[in-house]
């Protein structure tokens, strides 16, 4: 069965970066997209960014662009998500998802807390 799991989460002051990761374990697996999403208490889950499963092509939300970036080198390489000029309001849990279409999700991971505080 495969699983996403995340990684590199954490504490961070204002204005720093962070680089989560997120893999696949579980056996041979490929989907379309692979996106991370983040959610706090009492909140929507939300958008952060995407990319397809080759890396060819990239969205963010409005509040991630220009400071974070999602990459990945190659499909038998992890999902990358670069954080820079970390807001407090950027604190969440980071989740890493997968499918089989553009904003149609199958898999999700555990998450990994981000929190950005002085």
């Known amino acids: 069965q495969v699983q996403l799991v995340e990684s590199g989460g954490g504490l961070v002051q204002p204005g720093g970066s962070l680089r989560l990761s997120c893999g696949a374990s579980?056996?041979?697996?490929?989907?379309?997209?692979m996106g991370w999403f983040r959610q706090v208490p009492g909140k929507e889950r939300e958008f952060v960014a995407a990319?397809?499963?080759?890396?060819?092509?990239?969205d963010y939300a409005d509040s991630a662009k220009g400071r974070f970036t999602i990459s990945r080198e190659n499909s038998m390489r992890p999902v990358y998500l670069q954080m820079t000029s970390l807001k407090p309001e950027d604190t969440a849990v980071y989740y890493c998802?997968?499918?089989?279409?553009?904003?149609?999700?199958?898999?999700w991971g555990q998450g990994t807390q981000v929190t950005v505080s002085s």
């Open positions: 579980g056996g041979t697996f490929s989907a379309y997209v």
């Open positions: 998802a997968a499918g089989y279409a553009w904003d149609r999700y199958t898999y």
């Open positions: 990319i397809t499963w080759t890396g060819g092509r990239a």
